[in-house]
C-alpha cells in the first residue's frame, strides 16, 4: 500500500471509529446514570460521562468483530471500566466503609459456618456486637460507596493491588484465575436466599435501579438497598478464600 492509499485508509478508519462513538454516546449516560444511583452524591454523573466517553473511544478502536461479542457489549464492559478506574483514581471510598465491609463479611462467615444455613441480620449484628439498626445503616453505606463488591477480587482493603481494569489484555495465568473466580462467584450466587438472588439479577442483568425493584418486590427502595447489601456481604464472605488472595 503506498502511502496515498495509506492515509485515505486512515482517515476511512477515524472517520468510522467516529461515526461508531457519536452513535453511542447515548449507552454512555445510560450507563453512567446506572453507577451514580450507587455512589455518594459527592460524585458528579458528568465526570463519570467523561470518562466513559474515553472508554467509548479506545472501544471504537480496539474493537473486533471477528471475536464474536457485539460492539454495545463490548464498548459496555470498556466504559463501565473506565469509570470505575477514574473512581478508583479518585479514592471517594470513605476508610470507615472499607472497615465495616470487612466486619460484616467476617462476621457472616463465622455464623454460617457455625449454623450451616444463610445467616440472619440479626444473627450478624449480634456477632458484630451492634445493634440491627445499626447494622442497616452499615448496608446501606456498603451498597453506596463499595461499588466494586460484585466484580472484583480485592476486599475494599486500602493496602490492597490495584485491580486490573476492564478490557485490558489478561496474561495466560490471570485468565484462568478468572475463569475459576466467575466459577465460584456463580457458585456463591446461585446459593443466596431466593429474595437476595433475586435483587441481584435484577441490578446487575437487568440493569434496574433500587426504586424499579421495590416496585416488582413490592417492596420500599431502602429495603432494597438493605437486600442488596447483605447478598453482596454474604457472596464475599463465601468467596473469602479469594478476597484474602487479592489482599
Request: some cysteine; aromatic content about 4%; charged content about 30%.
Amino acid at each position: 500500500m503506498n502511502a496515498l492509499a495509506h492515509a485515505e485508509y486512515r482517515a476511512v478508519q477515524r472517520q468510522a471509529a467516529s461515526d461508531i462513538v457519536a452513535r453511542h454516546t447515548e449507552l454512555v449516560a445510560r450507563i453512567a446514570h446506572h453507577l451514580i444511583a450507587r455512589l455518594p452524591a459527592s460524585v458528579d454523573v458528568n465526570d463519570l460521562q467523561q470518562s466513559g466517553m474515553i472508554g467509548l473511544i479506545e472501544a471504537s478502536r480496539s474493537f473486533d468483530a471477528s471475536q464474536g461479542a457485539s460492539f454495545e457489549t463490548y464498548a459496555s464492559i470498556r466504559i463501565r471500566g473506565a469509570m470505575l478506574d477514574e473512581l478508583r483514581k479518585g479514592d471517594w471510598v470513605p476508610r470507615s466503609v472499607h472497615r465495616q465491609l470487612r466486619a460484616a463479611t467476617e462476621a457472616t462467615r463465622q455464623v454460617e459456618q457455625r449454623t450451616g444455613r444463610a445467616a440472619t441480620p440479626r444473627e450478624v449484628a449480634a456477632a458484630m456486637n451492634i445493634g440491627v439498626d445499626e447494622f442497616d445503616r452499615l448496608l446501606a453505606d456498603v451498597v453506596r460507596g463499595h461499588v466494586l463488591s460484585i466484580d472484583a477480587h480485592a476486599d475494599g482493603d486500602d493496602d490492597a493491588p490495584p485491580l486490573r481494569i476492564a478490557g485490558s489484555a489478561p496474561s495466560p495465568a490471570q485468565h484462568l484465575d478468572d475463569e475459576e473466580f466467575r466459577r465460584e462467584l456463580v457458585v456463591a450466587i446461585e446459593s443466596l436466599p431466593e429474595r437476595e438472588k433475586l435483587v441481584l439479577s435484577l441490578y446487575y442483568e437487568q440493569e434496574m435501579n433500587l426504586r424499579e425493584i421495590g416496585a416488582v418486590l413490592d417492596v420500599s427502595e431502602s429495603r432494597v438497598c438493605q437486600i442488596h447489601a447483605q447478598a453482596l456481604v454474604r457472596v464475599r464472605a463465601r468467596l473469602r478464600d479469594w478476597t484474602s488472595k487479592a489482599a
